[in-house]
């Protein structure tokens, strides 16, 4: 029987479930998982003993996107809800999931998540509205509904995210695309449904694979468009003092040479 919920989780060099206890205080027993664990050293969870609502696929090597991918291509819920290991999820969160899904028919649906002081991500309204810009959508608030993710040929670029030379840009490549074939994206409003650091791996965009990964996903996106983006973008951090002057040649270079499936030759120059 097909779960109506499913929830899709990334992890890294895990042995055991205990940790799913901190993500869901309110318990997970009743709640249906898959579980992609990565590992460059040959950890694994072993499936074995766990219940059918708990899967597991363990995964050799790293990069979220490609384990977001794995997740959605293996996943069986009705509804689909992404969601990071250091992020903890309050009791009763999949009924608000459900029950937005059950209302709206909009194939993504975007869930408010506090951070770790209790305030709201992004600017966003109370009530529920169609989302016109798609710069801030972090994994944990992301859901599908199955039936579009199978029928689309929509997927993470895996060549961006945590884990790549270029760790960043993935949700904003995917919802840019999104945007660009009318296919809408609805904030959810209401309550949220859990809490999560803000600060996260795309928080500090002075890092150079930061800086190179938003350059790279305006590139892929918007082609020739990305430089005077890259000279706002340049004059922003050494406004912020996140860059010197001489740094700027570097990234230009860098920019001038990389293309679409070039991404670890472009990062070693």
Known sequence: MQPELEILISTMERDNLDWLRRMFPGGYEGLHLLIVNQSEHGRRIDESHLPSRIRVINLPGKGLSRSRNTALENAKGRFLLLADDDGEYFPGFEQNVIRAHRRWDDPVIIFPFLNETGRLWGDHRAQSY?????????????????????????????????????????????????KRRGIPIRYAGGDPIGRHPEVNSSFYIQRPGNIKARLAAYKYLHGAAVYPYFVKLMFFLLRKRMIRPGEIPHYAHWLLHWAPGREAEASEN
């Not at 599908?144 to 490549?173: A, H, M, V």
């Open 130 to 178: 169609l989302m016109q810009r798609v710069e801030h959508i972090y994994s944990p608030q992301i859901s599908f509904k199955k039936e579009f993710w199978t029928s689309s040929d929509l997927r993470f670029n895996e060549n961006f995210g945590l884990g790549t030379s270029l760790p960043d840009g993935e949700n904003y490549i995917l919802f840019s695309l999104m």
